[in-house]
């Protein structure tokens, strides 16, 4: 059963939820939002590239000199796709709210956070009227999927035309058990390749005809398994490497295969380069002899918010609204804060729990959904008021 009276950050979650926004299809939501910002005095430019549509808004300050700052809000108004409806206790794109907790696809990822920017500003501008620092929106679709011409696209276009940000509040679900005990000041890089080893197809009877890629892949595997890439530093963890897929044989059980691929990915920290692991990933394979190639994907970089004005700003923030001392992570996976990293020398990512985020069922807790607002609000006030 939907609840029928809400706050004004449940209210506009819930309209978000109904528009069925798997990526790269926004379904609405930028229209949604915009909306909403438009009588708050954001000038607005939607920039489409490809088949992903994004939104870049601004409101600009009355601050000269050092107060003449830009904090950016930045999220993804699309979502994964739902998994098998039948699962689903609710239907995915109809809000429904049971025992306190707000169900549908992309309530904590990252729809909750999108409410809570609209209506945090709402706040903002309510006690701030005349605010010294400018404060901009970059909203994309295409954040769950490819990312290629969504966050990345747009960065680059305001790279070009001059703009220079000082301080992003990405609305990425970050909190493990409740609201405020966790932002993410930073995250791992992602590196992926597909190594392709071949040999020689033959009868699996006749093995002294043929030469197996698997059995020739095998020692150099192991060894890239248990190879120490770094030490990790005082913001990451150690570096690690993992096997996600290999593919190799004709599916007969007498056939020894001609060739076998193997996807493996990185997450590494910030104390070793794509570019270093990738030619230690050859050494490795070049000195087990192998007939091979490597294509290696587009690399995501690490990167690290230290503490300073924006940490301490929502660190301050998060301790006036909820009460708690807040933890700084750089776990998880990707996010866009990896191309904004690139623009903004300050980024960090704060949103709702992410206990559920991808799974049948998501959801958020109801009553943290104002004090989200409230923490963006304040946070601002920091920054920009």
């Not at 708050?40 to 489409?48: K, N, P, Y």
């Not at 192991?222 to 770094?230: F, H, K, M, S």
């Not at 970089?301 to 301490?312: H, M, W």
């Not at 996010?335 to 020398?345: E, L, T």
Request: net charge negative; with cysteine; charged share 20%.
């Amino acid at each position: 059963m939907t609840l029928t009276v809400s706050t004004p950050t449940q209210s506009l979650l819930e309209d978000l939820i109904r528009r069925p926004s798997i990526t790269p299809d926004d379904a609405g939501c930028l229209d949604l939002l915009s909306a909403r910002l438009e009588p708050l005095g954001f000038r607005l430019e939607r920039m489409r590239f490809g088949r992903v549509d994004n939104l870049w808004a601004v409101r600009d300050g009355h601050g000269a000199g050092d107060a003449a700052t830009l904090t950016v809000l930045a999220g993804h108004t699309d979502v994964v796709p739902t998994g098998p409806l039948e699962q689903w206790t609710s239907a995915p794109f109809e809000p429904t709210v049971r025992d306190g907790l707000l169900y549908g696809r992309g309530a904590a990822d990252m729809k909750a956070g999108l409410a809570a920017f609209v209506t945090g500003l709402e706040r903002f501008y309510a006690a701030n009227p005349g605010p010294r620092g400018s404060i901009a929106l970059l909203l994309t679709s295409d954040e769950e999927g490819d990312a290629v011409d969504g966050t990345e696209k747009v960065v680059q276009a305001l790279q070009a035309r001059g703009v220079k940000a000082d301080h992003c509040i990405i609305g990425e679900p970050t909190c493990s058990a409740r609201l405020g005990d966790t932002i993410k000041n930073g995250r791992r890089g992602s590196l992926s390749a597909r190594l392709t080893v071949r040999g020689i197809q033959g009868h699996i009877a006749y093995p002294h005809l043929a030469r197996n890629p698997i059995h020739e892949v095998a020692p150099a595997i192991a060894q890239l398994a248990r190879e120490i890439w770094d030490e990790g530093n005082a913001h990451f963890p150690k570096t690690t490497w993992q096997i996600s897929n290999i593919h190799g044989g004709t599916g007969a059980n007498n056939v020894i295969p001609g060739e076998v691929s193997i996807d493996f990915n990185f997450r590494h920290s910030t104390a070793v380069t794509a570019d270093e692991l990738k030619d230690r990933v050859d050494v490795i394979l070049r000195s087990h002899g192998l007939d091979y190639t490597l294509a290696w994907a587009r690399p995501g970089a690490p990167f690290v918010t230290p503490a300073g004005s924006l940490v301490d700003a929502i660190r301050g923030a998060i301790r006036g609204v909820t009460g708690l001392d807040t933890e700084l992570s750089t776990t998880g996976g990707t996010s866009d804060g990896r191309f904004i990293a690139k623009w903004c020398p300050q980024v960090i990512e704060f949103g709702p729990p992410n206990g559920t985020i991808h799974k049948i069922n998501e959801c958020v807790a109801v009553d943290e959904l104002e004090p989200l607002s409230a923490v963006y609000a304040e946070t601002l006030t920091h920054l920009a008021g």
